[in-house]
């Protein structure tokens, strides 16, 4: 099949396919990939919509649109709508984008959703407050990770973030990888505006993956993060993923939620990623936010693992519009990927791979660091440094064991002056 392929620098799925025989095309923002390949085209900005329509004519014949990035779902649909193609329709990839318009189509499907309203000034969100009361999450209508979420405790704190800029700033992007999307726009420079939410009382947040072929889902892959995202927005120092066996009472019930949102949203032919917020009061569960893509950090791994499939196979069939062959069967009682950081400075310890992978229950570890290396800023808040998965045989003493396995790697890391980091 020929198969265009929407890339902003993860070349996951571009080489997947082309492993499986496939001929792929790129689409991708300029400045990014390689400028000789005859087969990439550029695009200044995924959402200019014209653009796209005055490219898509010089575009060759093409068999399927795909991408696994959040940047460039509605792209892709829009490119599938003009050549009839299958797959996610440009409505349905709105809903899964655009938070306002998500949580609005999950309410009206009986879901619970935090109450939520769009604002184009911080000086509107003392008025929502009012109603639901402080704190609030304000957060970009659409965009990625935790990028210009900012909670906010009350009307001194608000006035501290005007003072520090924090709603006029552009996010930063070493990478050029964001610069044809929004995802780096302030709050208060996004043309629609931003979202304003009432703060949950969170006592958890799960999330679970849905392998889904032309509308029905073929495999459910519940798990949870270690603290909810709202809580390590900081950088959280220990950071982990679990996948769980989805016949036990809580992930059952996560599967059900999450089934639920992607039929509210629209599902075709690809994998859905549903994060959902466990309140510490009724009701208990609230749908955080929904993506058309895999999930984020290491959940595809785990979920690849856990269910023993082939993830260079998996991810060519769905985006040909191919039955997939996929495991239902899961492998563990639970399975974590517990992300290695390091704040910057200078490592001084850190076991190496051969004693972590020794341990019970570790499966594989990849140690990026050594000692006497530097750690540059802000890799504290990356997974750069590597991943260590565990398969657990207790759920209930989970946490503890993943907390054996941290000290265990006993990663110390000296504070340099500014002046000397790298």
Not at 64 to 83: F, P, S
């Amino acid at each position: 099949m020929r198969i265009l392929v929407l890339s902003t620098g993860n070349p996951v799925l571009e080489n997947a396919l082309a492993a499986d025989g496939h001929t792929v095309f790129l689409l991708q923002p300029v400045g990014t990939g390689n400028a000789d390949d005859p087969h990439r085209y550029t695009v200044a900005h995924w959402d200019d919509l014209d653009a796209l329509a005055e490219m898509e004519p010089w575009l060759p014949h093409l068999d399927a649109v795909a991408t696994i990035d959040e940047q460039a779902i509605v792209a892709a649909a829009y490119l599938r709508e003009l050549r009839g193609l299958p797959g996610l329709s440009l409505e349905a990839a709105v809903r899964y984008t655009d938070k306002a318009v998500m949580k609005t189509a999950l309410a009206a499907a009986d879901l619970q959703v935090a109450p939520h309203r769009v604002v184009r000034r911080a000086e509107e969100i003392p008025a929502f407050a009012e109603e639901f009361g402080w704190p609030v999450v304000v957060k970009p209508r659409a965009g990625l990770a935790s990028v210009n979420t900012l909670v906010v405790r009350g009307e001194q704190h608000l006035q501290e973030l005007l003072d520090r800029g924090a709603f006029d700033a552009r996010a930063v992007d070493p990478t050029g990888r964001f610069t044809a999307g929004h995802v780096l726009d302030s709050l208060h420079g996004a043309e629609d505006g931003f979202l304003v939410e009432k703060y949950l009382d969170l006592a958890d947040e799960h999330f679970v993956d849905l392998y889904v072929y032309r509308g029905d889902v073929l495999l459910a892959v519940p798990g949870r993060y270690n603290a909810p995202l709202l809580t390590t927005l900081d950088g959280a120092s220990r950071s982990y993923d679990t996948v769980l066996r989805p016949d036990l009472p809580v992930p059952r019930h996560l599967v059900q939620l999450a089934r639920r949102a992607a039929a509210a949203l629209g599902q075709q032919t690809g994998v859905v990623h549903c994060e959902i917020l466990e309140t510490s009061d009724y009701p208990f569960y609230f749908i955080g936010e929904v993506a058309a893509r895999p999930g984020g950090g290491a959940i595809t791994e785990l979920a690849s693992r856990m269910y023993g499939f082939d993830l260079p196979q998996t991810l060519p069939a769905l985006a040909a519009d191919r039955f997939p062959a996929l495991s239902t069967s899961p492998r563990f009682m639970a399975l974590t990927a517990a992300m290695i950081t390091a704040p910057p400075g200078r490592v001084v310890h850190v076991a190496d791979r051969a004693t972590i992978e020794a341990l019970p229950g570790v499966l594989d570890a990849d140690i990026r660091l050594s000692a006497g290396e530097a750690v540059p800023e802000g890799i504290g808040t990356m997974t750069t440094a590597g991943r260590i998965l565990y398969g657990s045989c207790d759920n209930d003493v989970l946490d503890q064991e993943v907390a054996d396995l941290y000290d265990a790697l006993d990663l110390r890391v000296e504070e340099q002056p500014a002046a000397d980091r790298t």
